[in-house]
């Protein structure tokens, strides 16, 4: 087989989670081994041979406008299949429709899956216990049909790329069977940041920084009830849109002493390097990319085993803290902010650690697992 054909469901804008699949297949072509990356649409300042898109144009334009929200997905789904019919790998990223896996199951093909987050089972259980512990009601859109239908997306399953442990460990709870899951990382770019010296912050004020969507799922409230009880003489800096049950259920939260909102940036790195800690209090996850970029600018981390990744390691690149427990998350905002030796020296292994996931490593450990998976992949340099 000379060439691995992989599958995304949505626009490819090299943000977000098209982001990890864009690196993915660079650097796989880079190093020799090609690959096809079939999307409904790209931007139009990326451009690669290997990529392929279902819409480009006035289409892209009347289907996004007209078509309804999931035609696009129809779309690449429908190419995919007729070009790759007769593919024995493929690789499909997760939140595709059940059908295009039942398709290639019905033709004989391997699959390869790329979770991008928890079972949905396990991150239904993670948010309901947030919701009751915090008294935040939610909208939980994890339905027992939706788990039954990831249930056999997994069956149908080759290989299951797990991007970090807790997402392995929630994949091992739900039964499925370990010889399909594979070990693996996210990753973070070089090449977004050209400026990663943390020594050019002038802050008199120690500032932690919090980046994602501010929500319940990404331990907000927790977040905050630290923050209030560790009473700083530093700044909170929270990153992100704010989601609904937050607007709802916390709308005082901007009220609380020395917290900053910025509701949205393109350029993350000047956050990265104002700030002086890292604060991701996640309560389920894929794999953290913010975690990755923040301690590749130095920044000591405080995260939970979600926010971790595959990437802190406790007491050493960071501390990983209980997802429940603000006092602890508290004492521990303590003495980052008052320590300024420990969190430069913290933040020196945190960068070093950095260094061993850029996404051209992560690629080259992903292939590799691929390979000993697949002997007959990628056997012949050949174009598709």
């Known amino acids: 087989m000379t060439y691995l054909p992989v599958l995304f469901g949505y626009h490819a804008s090299n943000l977000g989670n098209s982001h990890v699949p864009l690196s993915l297949c660079k650097y796989w072509d880079e190093s020799g081994r090609t690959v096809t990356l079939t999307v409904p649409s790209k931007e139009l300042s990326i451009s690669w041979p290997w990529l392929k898109t279902a819409m480009e144009g006035l289409k892209k334009n009347l289907v996004y406008r007209f078509g309804g929200s999931h035609e696009p997905q129809r779309l690449v789904e429908q190419l995919f299949l007729k070009n790759e019919k007769k593919t024995p790998i493929v690789y499909i990223w997760a939140g595709l429709s059940p059908e295009i896996f039942e398709a290639f199951h019905e033709l004989g093909s391997r699959i390869i899956i790329e979770r991008i987050n928890c079972h949905r089972h396990t991150a239904k259980e993670s948010i309901e216990t947030a919701s009751n512990l915090w008294n935040i009601p939610i909208e939980n859109t994890i339905t027992e049909k939706s788990i039954a239908i990831e249930n056999r997306k997994l069956e149908l399953a080759d290989a299951i790329f797990c991007p970090s442990p807790m997402v392995l460990q929630s994949m091992l709870e739900n039964n499925i069977a370990p010889d399909k899951l594979l070990s693996t990382s996210y990753g973070w770019a070089p090449e977004r940041f050209p400026n990663l010296n943390p020594d050019t912050r002038n802050a008199t004020k120690p500032v932690f920084l919090f980046a994602g969507t ?8 927790l977040l905050l009830e630290a923050w209030k009880r560790a009473a700083l003489d530093a700044e909170l800096v929270l990153c992100g849109s704010i989601a609904p049950e937050i607007h709802q259920h916390l709308p005082q939260f901007q009220n609380i002493r020395n917290i900053r909102h910025v509701a949205y940036t393109r350029d993350i790195g000047t956050l990265y390097r104002n700030a002086d800690i890292f604060v991701f209090p996640s309560l389920e996850e ?18 939970t085993d979600m926010g971790a990744g595959a990437i802190v390691e406790n007491g050493k690149s960071g501390t990983i803290l209980p997802n429940a427990d603000p006092d602890a998350w508290a004492q521990a905002m303590t003495l980052m902010a008052q320590n300024a030796v420990l969190r430069r020296e913290i933040g020196i292994v945190a960068q070093e650690r950095a260094k061993k996931f850029t996404w051209k490593q992560v690629a080259e450990q992903r292939a590799q697992l691929l390979e000993a998976r697949y002997p007959e992949l990628w056997n012949q340099q050949e174009k598709p």
């Open 286 to 303: 894929g794999g953290p990319m913010v975690t990755y970029e923040a301690m590749a600018h130095g920044l000591p981390p405080l995260v």
């Open 214 to 221: 501010i929500c319940l799922r990404k331990g907000i409230p």
